[in-house]
């Protein structure tokens, strides 16, 4: 209820279709993406248009003669600083409800006076260990159009990073809009089984940042790291690559110590880390720095169920 009158709502999938109150109609025209309002229609046939900025968030409205109606301006985070008294799309596409002052953000509401939501997020910490943050806390570049998780203006699931740190492995943009892999040291690899398999844990990247943002390297320097735009799809791309690498690690060198104590130490236990963040599983992350040398040993003279050596606990 607005107002003293009753507003009924008909939905086209998640988007408002129709607006009802006191018998009064209002049809909204939407583009092909979420929360891309293009303009809406009152009962007597009159059109008002939406203008928005890289964000989805509604700046301006038009009538048919091209005449500016109404503006709206926000903050970092959401808050209006013109338009705050009137009900409608606006920051990021989202409903504004004038009367309490927070935008809906279909799972949750969203506060922009605290930069949060009101209620925690329904996947648990999949999204971090803060379940009531509003796109990892940086509403410049991503927004969050079910409250669930948070995604670029674009949609873009991978994008450039911060700078290059040159000590680990990662992928970053070859100067040709490609993107190609970096090893921390590909010239003298102390272990080459465990750099092939290193190798197979970013080419995995590559493989994610090319298929689902293809032009993610378009107009970036050589060089440009490039990373996953959300911690909850990081969590994903970062399971697929510790599985790469662990399978490349038990198939390629099941004898080799090193390898093995890596794969027990490390890959392993942060595939499983990455799995429970996935999963909103609360497991403790392993305290990898304090861990000492593995206490495993491999016999490369057995055979066990065809892996060449067998763990022997010693």
């Given at each position: 209820?607005?107002?003293?009158?009753?507003?009924?709502?008909?939905?086209?999938?998640?988007?408002?279709?129709?607006?009802?109150?006191?018998?009064?109609?209002?049809?909204?025209?939407?583009?092909?993406?979420?929360?891309?309002?293009?303009?809406?229609?009152?009962?007597?046939a009159n059109r008002t248009y939406y203008h928005a900025d890289g964000l989805a968030?509604?700046?301006?409205?038009?009538?048919?003669?091209?005449?500016?109606?109404?503006?709206?301006?926000?903050?970092?985070?959401?808050?209006?600083?013109?338009?705050?008294?009137?009900?409608?799309?606006?920051?990021?596409?989202?409903?504004?409800?004038?009367?309490?002052?927070?935008?809906?953000?279909?799972?949750?509401?969203?506060?922009?006076?605290?930069?949060?939501?009101?209620?925690?997020?329904?996947?648990?910490?999949?999204?971090?260990?803060n379940r009531y943050a509003y796109v990892d806390n940086n509403p410049v570049l991503?927004?969050?159009?079910?409250?669930?998780?948070?995604?670029?203006?674009?949609?873009?699931?991978?994008?450039?990073?911060?700078?290059?740190?040159?000590?680990?492995?990662?992928?970053?943009?070859?100067?040709?809009?490609?993107?190609?892999?970096?090893?921390?040291?590909?010239?003298?690899?102390?272990?080459?089984?465990?750099?092939?398999?290193?190798?197979?844990?970013?080419?995995?990247?590559?493989?994610?940042?090319?298929?689902?943002?293809?032009?993610?390297?378009?107009?970036?320097?050589?060089?440009?790291?490039?990373?996953?735009?959300?911690?909850?799809?990081?969590?994903?791309?970062?399971?697929?690559?510790?599985?790469?690498?662990?399978?490349?690690?038990?198939?390629?060198?099941?004898?080799?110590?090193?390898?093995?104590?890596?794969?027990?130490?490390?890959?392993?236990?942060?595939?499983?880390?990455?799995?429970?963040?996935?999963?909103?599983?609360?497991?403790?992350?392993?305290?990898?720095?304090?861990?000492?040398?593995?206490?495993?040993?491999?016999?490369?003279?057995?055979?066990d169920d065809g892996v060449a050596c067998r763990l022997l606990y010693a």
């Amino acid at each position: 209820m607005i107002g003293g009158a009753t507003t009924t709502y008909m939905y086209d999938r998640d988007d408002i279709l129709r607006e009802t109150v006191s018998g009064a109609s209002t049809t909204y025209i939407h583009g092909p993406g979420l929360d891309e309002p293009l303009a809406r229609e009152d009962a007597s046939a009159n059109r008002t248009y939406y203008h928005a900025d890289g964000l989805a968030s509604v700046i301006k409205e038009t009538n048919s003669a091209g005449a500016v109606t109404f503006t709206r301006g926000y903050d970092a985070f959401g808050n209006l600083q013109a338009g705050a008294t009137t009900n409608g799309f606006a920051f990021t596409g989202r409903e504004w409800d004038s009367e309490v002052a927070l935008a809906y953000y279909r799972a949750r509401w969203y506060d922009p006076r605290s930069g949060r939501f009101l209620s925690e997020d329904p996947y648990g910490i999949r999204s971090g260990i803060n379940r009531y943050a509003y796109v990892d806390n940086n509403p410049v570049l991503l927004r969050d159009p079910k409250g669930l998780q948070a995604t670029n203006g674009a949609g873009r699931k991978w994008q450039p990073s911060g700078p290059l740190n040159p000590a680990i492995n990662t992928v970053v943009c070859d100067g040709k809009g490609g993107v190609k892999v970096r090893l921390a040291d590909p010239a003298n690899p102390k272990n080459k089984c465990i750099m092939d398999c290193v190798l197979n844990h970013e080419i995995v990247h590559r493989a994610q940042a090319t298929s689902t943002t293809p032009g993610v390297c378009v107009g970036q320097p050589a060089g440009q790291p490039v990373a996953a735009a959300t911690a909850a799809y990081q969590h994903q791309v970062e399971y697929d690559a510790y599985t790469a690498e662990e399978d490349c690690l038990l198939k390629r060198c099941p004898c080799d110590v090193e390898a093995q104590q890596r794969r027990t130490d490390i890959v392993s236990p942060m595939r499983q880390l990455m799995r429970n963040d996935q999963d909103g599983n609360e497991s403790p992350r392993p305290n990898l720095s304090a861990r000492g040398p593995s206490k495993r040993r491999y016999n490369g003279s057995t055979k066990d169920d065809g892996v060449a050596c067998r763990l022997l606990y010693a």
